[in-house]
């Protein structure tokens, strides 16, 4: 990992990316003629090797991260495999992975779970497989002043959800600084383009914190136990299964951190007070504490 300067971003959102989002002519609540931009979204069609595993509704974006991470995080990409191709075609919106084992993956695409995401993801096959058998890194530490930091970070950097809303966002981050920032309608995907920049470029889980704007749901923290990371943290609330889960695993779970204020309901030990929230200026309305803008 190289040294960043505070702010710098390894991958961050582009707002202004082509086809990402399009303007759209209305009327306001007075009647008025308004022009509004909108997130686009498209069907994207996963195949590893010569299966078809999925099709998913993404903006389109970083459509290999989105396939690499989204076969690491149904376990049909094993950390040892060895990728030998990734194609994407834009006209007929198909992304291939290939790898050099060779994969059939029938029974497990029989069972399918639907998740509670705002846009539904699937998980396919047994979702708690392995899940027991993960040991998160027990001496990593989140600094509240980091905390505070990061989540200013975010919510002021430039990004889709800024500028067109309907979208969700997840960040990568470590030290107190956001490294990786992505965007998606669904946010599986934003999680999921995370998990394959990780793969690709051979990132440690262990040290890291995972920043959510969506709810703390069972899925959220089973993918992100999954990863590796220890931590997860997010500006909205939580489900009773999530927290459950979190707890079983050992994840220090943190939401409804806004502004000054977080909840920690699992392993509130790797937390470390070194910023007393008193110094801190609120910079969001408290009757927003309970919600989420990306709920």
């Known amino acids: 990992m190289n040294t960043l300067d505070e702010n710098q971003y390894l991958l961050a959102p582009a707002p202004d990316g082509e086809g990402l989002s399009t303007h759209v002519s209305g009327f306001d609540e007075n009647g008025q003629p308004v022009t509004v931009n909108v997130v686009t979204e498209k069907p994207v069609t996963l195949y590893l090797n010569s299966q078809e595993i999925?099709?998913?509704?993404?903006?389109?974006?970083?459509?290999?991260?989105?396939?690499v991470g989204y076969l690491r995080n149904q376990n049909m990409l094993k950390p040892d495999d060895e990728i030998t191709g990734i194609d994407y075609d834009d006209d007929l919106d198909v992304v291939v992975v290939r790898t050099?084992?060779?994969t059939n993956y029938e029974q497990i695409l029989k069972k399918k779970v639907r998740t509670s995401g705002c846009a539904q993801g699937t998980i396919f096959g047994d979702i708690m497989d392995g899940f027991d058998d993960v040991s998160l890194n027990q001496e990593t530490r989140l600094k509240t002043s980091d905390l505070y930091k990061l989540t200013k970070t975010i919510n002021t950097t430039p990004s889709l959800y800024l500028s067109a809303g309907a979208?969700?966002?997840?960040?990568?981050?470590?030290?107190?600084?956001?490294?990786v920032y992505m965007e998606d309608v669904g946010r599986h995907n934003a999680v999921d383009k995370i998990a394959g920049w990780m793969h690709l470029n051979n990132e440690n889980a262990g040290d890291k914190v995972f920043y959510t704007t969506g709810r703390l749901t069972s899925e959220m923290v089973i993918k992100t136990v999954m990863m590796g990371?220890?931590?997860?943290?997010?500006?909205?609330?939580?489900?009773?299964?999530?927290v459950e889960l979190a707890r079983r695993a050992g994840l220090t779970l943190i939401g409804r951190a806004r502004g000054k204020r977080f909840t920690a309901l699992s392993g509130h030990e790797r937390i470390i007070r070194d910023l007393e929230p008193a110094s801190i200026a609120n910079e969001e309305p408290d009757h927003g504490r309970k919600g989420s803008r990306h709920d």
């Not at 999925?54 to 396939?67: E, K, N, Q, R, S």
């Open 54 to 67: 999925v099709t998913m509704m993404t903006i389109g974006d970083h459509p290999d991260l989105l396939a």
């Open 100 to 102: 050099k084992r060779q």
């Open 167 to 179: 979208i969700h966002g997840c960040v990568l981050c470590q030290d107190g600084r956001a490294l």
């Open 229 to 242: 990371i220890p931590v997860l943290v997010s500006r909205s609330g939580f489900t009773a299964w999530g």
